[in-house]
């Protein structure tokens, strides 16, 4: 079955400190990407998404994804973190083909904690 | 233009009584997913519709079931609640129900069950 795996659950980090946090996928076939963040107490929002082309991805905030298909991963970063960059981080994959959201599987979230 | 809204926002419920959540997307929107979040698990898929018809179902129990009505507007609905239902609900839109278009999250319904 698909799976997506992020291992770090939890990371604290000061400002200024570079971002890096891992997403893995268990799929053979053609795949698209998604970065999802949730401030606290906010909605659930888009950060960044990969569908083809460069696999270098750069979306809002600062934030970019890089898609590395050997690897079957789709890591998110970010060179200099700010304190509001605090917020749980959710990597996403969808199967290409589908137009259906069962086929969109979430990962479990990463709590990213920014001291000041 | 108004984003996804679900209502209420905070439920606290009791085991065995059932609850009725609402989400209305954005307009233009026709296509509606219901995902259960819990610490730990991510986002859970629940359901989703499309046009008033769902068209793909979720590892959920029967106690989970959920409508569209004809203005895209969506409810779902848990019976007999259980200690376990208790999480955040969320719902989101898309414009045709095709993933190349982003889904659009509410904030979501805290559910507590005692």
């Known amino acids: 079955a698909q799976s997506v795996s992020q291992h770090n659950h939890h990371v604290i980090l000061s400002e200024a400190a570079s971002l890096e946090l891992g997403c893995n996928y268990s799929?053979?076939?053609?795949?698209?990407l998604f970065w999802y963040v949730q401030y606290p107490g906010q909605h659930l929002q888009l950060l960044l998404k990969y569908f083809s082309g460069d696999p270098l991805v750069k979306g809002i905030k600062g934030f970019e994804a890089e898609f590395i298909k050997s690897k079957f991963s789709f890591n998110l970063r970010k060179p200099s973190v700010q304190w509001s960059d605090t917020a749980e981080y959710f990597c996403?994959?969808?199967?290409?083909?589908?137009?259906?959201?069962?086929?969109?599987?979430f990962g479990s979230g990463t709590r990213l904690s920014i001291r000041p | 233009k108004a984003g996804v809204t679900q209502t209420p926002r905070y439920l606290i419920k009791t085991r065995g009584q059932q609850v009725t959540l609402s989400c209305s997307p954005i307009?233009?929107?026709?296509?509606v997913s219901w995902y259960q979040q819990t610490p730990g698990q991510g986002l859970q898929f629940l359901f989703e519709y499309f046009s008033e018809t769902q068209r793909n179902k979720g590892n959920f129990p029967g106690r989970f079931s959920g409508r569209q009505f004809s203005n895209s507007r969506s409810e779902m609905n848990v019976s007999t609640l259980e200690l376990g239902d208790s999480a955040l609900y969320l719902c989101?839109?898309?414009?045709?129900?095709?993933?190349?278009?982003?889904?659009?999250f509410g904030p979501g319904t805290r559910l507590t069950v005692l």
């Open positions: 307009s233009g929107h026709r296509s």
């Open positions: 799929y053979g076939g053609t795949v698209n």
């Open positions: 996403a994959v969808t199967l290409t083909g589908y137009s259906s959201a069962s086929k969109i599987i």
């Open positions: 989101a839109s898309t414009p045709l129900g095709q993933l190349n278009n982003e889904q659009f």
